[in-house]
């Protein structure tokens, strides 16, 4: 943990202070936990205001959270948490405007199968969340003979009707952000990142064709300011075709709107017994071994159960195939990781359909993290009253014994262990419910 009074690592050799410079360290815990739920929601923010939405309980949250975390506010462990559950509450607010903002300007996601090969031509590969740049990007090399590939988060780009209509955004390359230094090797043409989830390339490689835009930054890398992308264009022009190689079609864009549309129809498979539960496997994905949980999890979830899943974790799946439930799709890919705002829409809607809490639901959350959008998003799921959600591949480093236990005290909150022991414990608690319910 870091000391915000010595700006040293708490209670290391540097640190004026013993121990944690005379704070408790859950109480300095809950301040770092608070700072990166900040960071997420400012992400989150800053691409709402790109497209002209913009709240001031959100900025006055900010300002208020950020002096009270960054300076010797006393507060006791109960007001940090509070706070760091108003932080959830807040973040559930900004992913709804940037819910509003997209689809104010790009349309309400719809289902779409998206091509993971590629098409003999120059081309650009688009990497981060940013669908206001992508739009631009096609809007401005529209009819230059120049194919536009997503990659990463961009993936559900392809199910926004203002954005699908381009006929040159062709097809989604590669997968999650930590796949990027061979993927873009591989990939002969431009890349361009709009936005966080970029790593530094090897030297001698990829780049020189490597361009940034907006808050993203790479030394060495050519910039691009006020949404002008003719240099990319032209670099594009300049660089090799890619190859002609088929690949799978992945399915995306299961907005909750899209979703909702077919509330009659998932109700009417769950009161028939058609389907038994439902598991929302997603997060953002690493390189740390023991993510490969998720994969064998996915691949264990029982053939009568529905599969939801967002962000890059779900890179770890999204191309096998888990066929269907009368007609319902078993994977079902609701978006971006901001998109989780969807799932919480579809889990509210749901338990209003079958006259029951969100806890009451056969619904269970299973989550990778990695970095502050994530921890975000699991403060809007601990203040909307989530129990039981499992969460790996391991604890983040912020968060102290003391304070994990309050977690696991209130919400339930465990830490994954194996995908075969958790999903029978889930199954077997569900069973025991059922059982107990009849018997009731």
């Avoid at 031509?121 to 969340?129: E, F, K, R, S, Y």
């Avoid at 749901?350 to 921890?375: D, H, M, R, T």
């Avoid at 969460?391 to 968060?399: R, S």
């Avoid at 209130?410 to 107990?436: G, P």
Wanted: hydrophobic share 40%.
């Amino acid at each position: 943990m870091f000391c915000y009074q010595c700006e040293q690592t708490a209670g290391g050799s540097g640190c004026t202070k013993a121990g944690v410079c005379g704070k408790d360290a859950d109480i300095q815990s809950l301040q770092d936990t608070l700072l990166f739920g900040l960071k997420g929601i400012a992400a989150y923010a800053f691409h709402a205001r790109e497209l002209g939405f913009k709240d001031d309980q959100v900025d006055a949250f900010m300002h208020q959270a950020l002096f009270k975390t960054l300076t010797n506010v006393s507060f006791d462990q109960a007001q940090y948490l509070e706070m760091v559950l108003e932080c959830g509450r807040i973040n559930l607010k900004v992913m709804e405007l940037l819910d509003k903002a997209n689809t104010s300007r790009f349309g309400n996601p719809l289902p779409v199968e998206v091509q993971s090969g590629t098409i003999k031509g120059p081309a650009i590969l688009v990497t981060g969340h940013d669908l206001l740049d992508l739009y631009e990007l096609l809007r401005q090399s529209e009819g230059n003979g120049v194919n536009i590939y997503t990659h990463g988060e961009m993936l559900p780009a392809h199910s926004y009707p203002k954005l699908k209509e381009f006929k040159h955004l062709v097809g989604n390359y590669g997968g999650a952000w930590q796949e990027q230094k061979k993927e873009f090797n591989d990939f002969s043409g431009v890349i361009l990142v709009t936005t966080n989830c970029v790593q530094i390339p090897p030297a001698g490689t990829y780049l020189e064709r490597l361009f940034t835009t907006g808050i993203a930054g790479v030394a060495g890398a050519v910039h691009v300011e006020r949404k002008d992308f003719s240099a990319i264009i032209e670099k594009a022009l300049s660089l090799p075709s890619l190859p002609e190689e088929p690949g799978k079609k992945i399915l995306t864009g299961f907005h909750h709107t899209a979703i909702l549309g077919l509330a009659d129809k998932i109700v009417t498979a769950v009161k028939a017994g058609k389907i038994k539960r439902f598991f929302l496997i997603g997060g953002c994905d690493g390189a740390k071994p023991g993510r490969n949980y998720y994969t064998e999890f996915a691949e264990g979830v029982p053939k009568d159960c529905i599969i939801l899943t967002l962000a890059c974790g779900k890179y770890r799946f999204n191309k096998l195939d888990f066929g269907s439930i009368d007609g319902i799709p078993r994977l079902i890919d609701i978006g971006q990781c901001n998109n989780a705002y969807s799932a919480i829409q579809v889990a509210l809607e749901l338990a209003k359909a079958f006259n029951c809490g969100v806890n009451e639901l056969p619904l269970s959350f299973i989550l990778s993290w990695y970095e502050q959008k994530a921890v975000a998003i699991l403060l809007t799921l601990l203040a909307l009253g989530i129990k039981g959600m499992r969460i790996g591949p391991t604890p983040p480093a912020f968060i102290t014994p003391g304070v994990f236990k309050i977690l696991q005290d209130n919400y339930d909150l465990k830490l994954i262990t194996t995908a075969k022991e958790d999903l029978a414990e889930i199954l077997r608690i569900a069973q025991d419910k059922s059982e107990a319910k009849h018997q009731g």
